[in-house]
């Protein structure tokens, strides 16, 4: 399985951007995808995920300004984000939770390479 992110760069603040995550590969279904970020110097941390029923979750500091949202056809999960802030920066990972086939007992996590954001004040 293979997770491709894309829709990274550079903004000013202010502004928004989408990223995008595509998963392919050994796919039966998928759980949870989520987005998660790591900016220099600090763990990795839950930005926002969401369920294969569409529950979702944000990080307190994006509430309000991102949105998580998915294409469970495509395999593929969506941040859209606005108003970014430039503590907003960093490398942005996809993540996945997939069962691989019919009857699978368990569910295997992936990451995708990552995706820089970088946000100007």
């Known amino acids: 399985v293979q997770l491709q992110a894309s829709g990274g760069g550079l903004v000013q603040a202010g502004g928004y951007l989408r990223l995008s995550c595509a998963a392919s590969g050994s796919i039966f279904s998928i759980n949870a995808m989520g987005w998660y970020r790591q900016a220099p110097g600090k763990q990795r941390e839950l930005v926002a995920d969401i369920t294969s029923g569409g529950s979702t979750k944000y990080a307190d500091s994006v509430k309000g300004r991102f949105t998580i949202f998915r294409d469970n056809a495509k395999n593929t999960v969506y941040l859209q984000m606005n108003s970014l802030k430039p503590e907003d920066t960093g490398v942005y990972y996809c993540?996945?939770?997939?069962?691989?086939?019919?009857?699978?007992?368990?569910?295997?996590?992936?990451w995708g390479q990552g995706t820089q954001v970088t946000v100007s004040s």
């Open positions: 993540n996945a939770a997939v069962i691989p086939f019919r009857g699978s007992i368990r569910e295997y996590s992936y």
